[in-house]
């Protein structure tokens, strides 16, 4: 599933070419990639007819695209990605892609907005916009916490609610309401940064170990979204279709058996909530108290 640095990615790119632009037709072409829209695909399409995008915006993994004027009670385009979803631009006349979902055409005859989704695991529904740490979001994403690239993240209160917490330092950063938008890769990249088991107790973490922790998620974020996030197949793209290049700079995940860049110890691959977690034995030994 595509973490922060991807979405981010999709969403600057989506930002870029349909802020402004007026909508003249949807055409859903698949009704479970609208499923979460109660009021069903007809309606979904007719409700964006006329309207215009204003803006795109992003909590943790979630994207919306704002609509008109932004206002309490207002509403806007909510999407998530799922495991295979994709937000593509393409110029009209583009043979439609395989697995084409929803289509977005525009009053200006200009390229047009395909939601791809080989699984159909993702979705969009019309969501109504509500107060959340200070700014309006879509209303099913305001519980999720603030992320580590957000104008108003406080990593200060996020140690305090970490070291609260009585379960595994990963499980605690993968909580999208203590931290948003770190996912299974950045989550093994970090402790890897910051030399930390997975399984550490968070309640055992000194304060200034979970502030390393949390300064590593942010850099090793930062750094993928500047290499336009990564990529493992075809499944991730940005709207022009292209991949992240970020899993050239992976140090543990997905390298089981490959040695530690900082000491060369044997990569170590753990099953972990019905995935896996990589780490290096050496740089991050298991603690006596490990919390599985």
């Given at each position: 599933?595509?973490?922060?640095?991807?979405?981010?990615?999709?969403?600057?790119?989506?930002?870029?070419?349909?802020?402004?632009?007026?909508?003249?037709?949807?055409?859903?072409?698949?009704?479970?990639?609208?499923?979460?829209?109660?009021?069903g695909s007809v309606d979904f399409?007719?409700?964006?007819?006329?309207?215009?995008?204003?803006?795109?915006?992003?909590?943790?993994?979630?994207?919306?695209?704002?609509?008109?004027?932004?206002?309490?009670?207002?509403?806007?385009?909510?999407?998530?990605?799922?495991?295979?979803?994709?937000?593509?631009?393409?110029?009209?006349?583009?043979?439609?892609?395989?697995?084409?979902?929803?289509?977005?055409?525009?009053?200006?005859?200009?390229?047009?907005?395909?939601?791809?989704?080989?699984?159909?695991?993702?979705?969009?529904?019309?969501?109504?916009?509500?107060?959340?740490?200070?700014?309006?979001?879509?209303?099913?994403?305001?519980?999720?916490?603030?992320?580590?690239?957000?104008?108003?993240?406080?990593?200060?209160?996020?140690?305090?609610?970490?070291?609260?917490?009585?379960?595994?330092?990963?499980?605690?950063?993968?909580?999208?309401?203590?931290?948003?938008?770190?996912?299974?890769?950045?989550?093994?990249?970090?402790?890897?940064?910051?030399r930390l088991h997975w399984a550490?107790?968070?309640?055992?973490?000194?304060?200034?170990?979970?502030?390393?922790?949390?300064?590593?998620?942010?850099?090793?974020?930062?750094?993928?979204?500047?290499?336009?996030?990564?990529?493992?197949?075809?499944?991730?793209?940005?709207?022009?279709?292209?991949?992240?290049?970020?899993?050239?700079?992976?140090?543990?995940?997905?390298?089981?058996?490959?040695?530690?860049?900082?000491?060369?110890?044997?990569?170590?691959?753990?099953?972990?909530?019905?995935?896996?977690?990589?780490?290096?034995?050496?740089?991050?030994?298991?603690?006596?108290?490990?919390?599985?």
């Open positions: 599933m595509p973490e922060l640095p991807e979405v981010e990615v999709v969403r600057r790119g989506v930002h870029q070419h349909v802020a402004g632009r007026t909508v003249a037709e949807v055409e859903v072409l698949h009704p479970r990639s609208v499923r979460r829209h109660l009021a399409a007719a409700q964006l007819v006329g309207r215009t995008f204003t803006g795109v915006g992003r909590r943790g993994k979630y994207l919306w695209l704002d609509l008109d004027e932004v206002v309490p009670g207002g509403d806007a385009v909510l999407a998530h990605l799922g495991m295979s979803g994709q937000i593509l631009v393409q110029p009209p006349g583009t043979p439609d892609e395989k697995h084409l979902r929803v289509r977005f055409r525009f009053a200006d005859e200009g390229p047009e907005l395909r939601f791809v989704d080989q699984r159909t695991f993702g979705g969009l529904a019309l969501a109504e916009l509500t107060g959340s740490f200070g700014v309006l979001v879509p209303e099913p994403v305001a519980h999720i916490a603030l992320d580590p690239l957000d104008s108003g993240y406080d990593p200060d209160r996020v140690v305090a609610a970490l070291r609260r917490r009585r379960t595994g330092i990963k499980r605690a950063l993968l909580d999208q309401t203590l931290v948003s938008g770190i996912g299974n890769i950045y989550a093994d990249e970090a402790l890897w940064r910051a550490r107790p968070t309640a055992t973490l000194p304060r200034a170990a979970a502030g390393d922790l949390l300064s590593a998620a942010t850099e090793v974020m930062t750094e993928a979204l500047g290499e336009g996030g990564t990529s493992f197949d075809a499944l991730y793209v940005n709207v022009n279709g292209e991949s992240g290049y970020f899993d050239r700079s992976l140090n543990v995940y997905g390298k089981e058996g490959q040695p530690c860049q900082r000491c060369g110890a044997p990569i170590r691959r753990d099953a972990f909530m019905n995935r896996s977690s990589f780490s290096c034995p050496a740089c991050q030994p298991r603690p006596r108290n490990a919390h599985f």
